[in-house]
C-alpha cells in the first residue's frame, strides 16, 4: 500500500472524522457529568452544613463562650465531615482543617454566603463548605456573629465515578476508531476496485490490447468514467483497425507495384547496359542525356529492390540463412566488391567467427559504408571487436557528424538527413533496412556522434544470430 495513497487517505479521513466526533461528543458528555457530580456532592454538603446550623439556633450570648464553640464544632462534626469553627482568632475543632481553609474562602464566607472550595490533601480530593452565623437583634435587625463554621469531606467516591466515566469516554472513543477503520476500509474497497480495476484495463490498452474493458457498476461518477474509458476504448479500437488496415492495404501496394516494375525495369536494365557501352560515341545532349537515363534506371532499380526487401521485413518473411563465416572476410568482401578497399581504413582482425547470414551482414556494410563515403568526410574508418559472444563493428567518418534533431530519426525509412545537400541516388531506405537487418540477427543498430566529430553507427550482434 502505498503511504499516501487512496485507501490511506480514505482511512485517515475517515479515523480522523470518528475521532473527532466521538472526542467531542465523549468529552462534552464528560465535562457536564463531572460538573453535575461535583455540583451535587457541593450542594449535599451545603445543605448539610445549612441544616445543621439552623438546628443549632439560638446561640446563646455574644461574644460565645468556648463551650458554645465546641458545642457548634461537635454539632457539625460525624463520621464523614471535620469541623472547625472560628471566632475573630480563636479556632475549635479540627486543626488540620487550617490549611485547608485558603483567605479568599474565609473571605467569602465573612461576607454572608454559604461558600466551597475543592482542594487536595494527601493526594486525594475534599470539599471544603463554609457558612457565617447570623444572629437577630431585639429590634429585629440581622446582625453576624462573627462565628465562622467550615466543614470538610472527602470527594473520593465522586472522583471514582469521574475516573469511570473517563474510562468509559475513552473506551467509547477506541471502539469509535475501529468502527471507522471498519467503514473506511468497506469505502475504499468500494472506491479502489473500479479505479484498479480502470487502471488494469488502462494498462493493457497501453500494451496494445484494444479489446481491454471496465465493468460498469451504478450510475455514480465513478461508473461515468468507466463508461467514458469504454467508449474511448471503443474509439481507439476502432481507429487502430482502420489505420492498420489502410497501412496493411499501403504495404500490400507497395510491394506489389514493387514486384510489378521489377519486369519492366529488367527490360530497362537490360536497355541500360547495351545503352551505356554506346553512351561515350554518342554526341552532346544525346551522350549526357543517355548517361542520365543510365543512372536513373539504376536508381530505380535499387529502389525497386529496397521496397521489395522492405515489404518482405513488414511480412514477416524476412529470414535468416545463417553460417559460419569469418567476419573479417565478409567485410572485407564486401568492400572489395564495391570498389571500397582504398577509400575506408580497416581494423578487420582475423579469427572472429560467428553463425551470420552473410547476404544480410553484406547489406548492413554497403549501407553503413556507403552512407558514410556520401555524407561524410574521409577516411571512413571501420573497427571490429568481440566481447565475450557480442560481436561489435564501428563506422565512423570525419565528416560535421549528426544533428541533434537528426539522431532520433537516422533509421527511419524514407528520412534525409542532408535534404539541403544535392539530391543524390539515395533512397532513404538503406539504413532502415540495415536496421531491420540487424534486429533480424538478434542485434542493434545505433548511431551516435565521435568525440573527435563525425558520425559513428556501432553494430552490435549475438556471436549466434537468431535463425528466423
Same mark, same amino acid.
Given at each position: 500500500?502505498?503511504?499516501?495513497?487512496?485507501?490511506?487517505?480514505?482511512?485517515?479521513?475517515?479515523?480522523?472524522?470518528?475521532?473527532?466526533?466521538?472526542?467531542?461528543?465523549?468529552?462534552?458528555?464528560?465535562? $457536564?457529568?463531572?460538573?453535575?457530580?461535583?455540583? $451535587?456532592?457541593?450542594?449535599?454538603?451545603?445543605?448539610?452544613?445549612?441544616?445543621?446550623?439552623?438546628?443549632?439556633?439560638?446561640? /446563646? !450570648?455574644?461574644?460565645?463562650?468556648?463551650?458554645?464553640?465546641?458545642?457548634?464544632?461537635?454539632?457539625?462534626?460525624?463520621?464523614?465531615?471535620?469541623?472547625?469553627?472560628?471566632?475573630?482568632?480563636?479556632?475549635?475543632?479540627?486543626?488540620?482543617?487550617?490549611?485547608?481553609?485558603? &483567605?479568599?474562602?474565609?473571605?467569602?464566607?465573612?461576607?454572608?454566603?454559604?461558600?466551597?472550595?475543592?482542594?487536595?490533601?494527601?493526594?486525594?480530593?475534599?470539599?471544603?463548605?463554609?457558612?457565617?452565623?447570623?444572629?437577630?437583634?431585639?429590634?429585629?435587625?440581622?446582625?453576624?456573629?462573627?462565628?465562622?463554621?467550615?466543614?470538610?469531606?472527602?470527594?473520593? &467516591?465522586?472522583?471514582?465515578?469521574? /475516573?469511570?466515566?473517563?474510562?468509559?469516554?475513552?473506551?467509547?472513543?477506541?471502539?469509535?476508531?475501529?468502527?471507522?477503520?471498519?467503514?473506511?476500509?468497506?469505502?475504499?474497497?468500494?472506491?479502489?476496485? =473500479?479505479?484498479?480495476?480502470?487502471?488494469?484495463?488502462?494498462?493493457?490498452?497501453?500494451?496494445?490490447?484494444?479489446?481491454?474493458?471496465?465493468?460498469?457498476?451504478?450510475?455514480?461518477?465513478?461508473? /461515468?468514467?468507466?463508461?467514458?474509458?469504454?467508449?474511448?476504448?471503443?474509439?481507439?479500437?476502432?481507429?487502430?483497425?482502420?489505420?492498420?488496415?489502410?497501412?496493411?492495404?499501403?504495404?500490400?501496394?507497395?510491394?506489389?507495384?514493387?514486384?510489378?516494375?521489377?519486369? =519492366?525495369?529488367?527490360?530497362?536494365?537490360?536497355?541500360?547496359?547495351?545503352?551505356?557501352?554506346?553512351?561515350?560515341?554518342? &554526341?552532346?545532349?544525346?551522350?549526357?542525356?543517355?548517361?542520365?537515363?543510365?543512372?536513373?534506371?539504376?536508381?530505380?532499380?535499387?529502389?525497386?529492390?529496397?521496397?521489395?526487401?522492405?515489404?518482405?521485413?513488414?511480412?514477416?518473411?524476412?529470414?535468416?540463412?545463417?553460417?559460419?563465416?569469418?567476419?573479417?572476410?565478409?567485410?572485407?568482401?564486401?568492400?572489395?566488391?564495391?570498389?571500397?578497399?582504398?577509400?575506408?581504413? /580497416?581494423?578487420?582482425?582475423?579469427?572472429?567467427?560467428?553463425?551470420?547470414?552473410?547476404?544480410?551482414?553484406?547489406?548492413?556494410?554497403?549501407?553503413?559504408?556507403?552512407?558514410?563515403?556520401?555524407?561524410?568526410?574521409? &577516411?571512413?574508418?571501420?573497427?571490429?571487436?568481440?566481447?565475450?559472444?557480442?560481436?561489435?563493428?564501428?563506422?565512423?567518418?570525419?565528416?560535421?557528424?549528426?544533428?541533434?534533431?537528426?539522431? !532520433?530519426?537516422?533509421?527511419?525509412?524514407?528520412?534525409?538527413?542532408?535534404?539541403?545537400?544535392?539530391?543524390?541516388?539515395?533512397?532513404?531506405?538503406?539504413?532502415?533496412?540495415?536496421?531491420?537487418?540487424?534486429?533480424?540477427?538478434?542485434?542493434?543498430?545505433?548511431?551516435?556522434?565521435?568525440?573527435?566529430?563525425?558520425?559513428?553507427?556501432?553494430?552490435?550482434?549475438?556471436?549466434?544470430?537468431?535463425?528466423?
Amino acid at each position: 500500500m502505498k503511504l499516501w495513497g487512496l485507501r490511506t487517505r480514505l482511512l485517515v479521513a475517515f479515523s480522523l472524522l470518528v475521532v473527532i466526533t466521538a472526542a467531542t461528543v465523549a468529552g462534552g458528555t464528560y465535562v $457536564q457529568s463531572r460538573t453535575l457530580i461535583l455540583q $451535587q456532592a457541593q450542594d449535599a454538603t451545603a445543605r448539610v452544613l445549612v441544616d445543621k446550623a439552623t438546628a443549632l439556633y439560638p446561640l /446563646g !450570648p455574644l461574644p460565645p463562650s468556648d463551650a458554645t464553640l465546641n458545642r457548634i464544632s461537635g454539632e457539625l462534626s460525624d463520621r464523614d465531615l471535620n469541623s472547625l469553627v472560628f471566632y475573630e482568632d480563636k479556632a475549635v475543632g479540627n486543626e488540620q482543617m487550617r490549611a485547608l481553609i485558603s &483567605p479568599e474562602l474565609r473571605a467569602a464566607v465573612k461576607s454572608g454566603s454559604v461558600a466551597w472550595q475543592r482542594v487536595m490533601s494527601d493526594g486525594k480530593p475534599m470539599l471544603v463548605v463554609g457558612t457565617a452565623f447570623i444572629v437577630v437583634l431585639p429590634n429585629g435587625k440581622r446582625q453576624a456573629s462573627g462565628i465562622e463554621a467550615y466543614v470538610a469531606g472527602w470527594l473520593v &467516591p465522586e472522583e471514582r465515578n469521574i /475516573g469511570e466515566l473517563a474510562t468509559r469516554a475513552w473506551l467509547i472513543g477506541g471502539l469509535a476508531l475501529v468502527f471507522a477503520i471498519g467503514l473506511a476500509l468497506l469505502a475504499a474497497r468500494g472506491v479502489l476496485r =473500479p479505479v484498479r480495476e480502470l487502471g488494469d484495463a488502462a494498462r493493457r490498452l497501453g500494451k496494445g490490447d484494444l479489446r481491454a474493458r471496465v465493468s460498469v457498476r451504478g450510475s455514480d461518477e465513478l461508473a /461515468g468514467v468507466a463508461r467514458t474509458f469504454n467508449e474511448t476504448a471503443d474509439s481507439l479500437e476502432r481507429h487502430v483497425g482502420e489505420l492498420e488496415r489502410m497501412e496493411a492495404d499501403a504495404r500490400r501496394f507497395v510491394a506489389d507495384v514493387s514486384h510489378e516494375l521489377r519486369t =519492366p525495369l529488367a527490360a530497362m536494365t537490360a536497355v541500360a547496359d547495351v545503352l551505356e557501352q554506346e553512351a561515350s560515341s554518342l &554526341p552532346g545532349d544525346a551522350g549526357r542525356a543517355a548517361k542520365m537515363s543510365i543512372e536513373e534506371t539504376h536508381n530505380l532499380t535499387r529502389l525497386v529492390n529496397d521496397l521489395i526487401e522492405v515489404s518482405r521485413f513488414d511480412a514477416g518473411a524476412a529470414a535468416l540463412a545463417p553460417e559460419e563465416v569469418d567476419v573479417a572476410e565478409v567485410i572485407t568482401a564486401s568492400l572489395r566488391i564495391r570498389g571500397w578497399t582504398n577509400e575506408v581504413e /580497416g581494423d578487420l582482425p582475423s579469427g572472429i567467427f560467428a553463425e551470420w547470414d552473410p547476404r544480410r551482414i553484406d547489406v548492413i556494410v554497403a549501407n553503413l559504408v556507403g552512407n558514410a563515403l556520401r555524407h561524410g568526410e574521409k &577516411p571512413v574508418s571501420l573497427r571490429l571487436s568481440e566481447a565475450g559472444e557480442q560481436i561489435t563493428l564501428e563506422v565512423s567518418d570525419r565528416g560535421s557528424g549528426l544533428a541533434p534533431e537528426v539522431l !532520433p530519426h537516422v533509421f527511419d525509412r524514407f528520412y534525409k538527413a542532408d535534404s539541403a545537400r544535392a539530391r543524390s541516388g539515395g533512397s532513404g531506405l538503406g539504413l532502415a533496412i540495415a536496421w531491420e537487418n540487424a534486429r533480424l540477427h538478434g542485434g542493434t543498430l545505433s548511431a551516435a556522434n565521435g568525440t573527435d566529430g563525425g558520425a559513428v553507427f556501432t553494430l552490435r550482434l549475438p556471436r549466434r544470430g537468431v535463425t528466423a
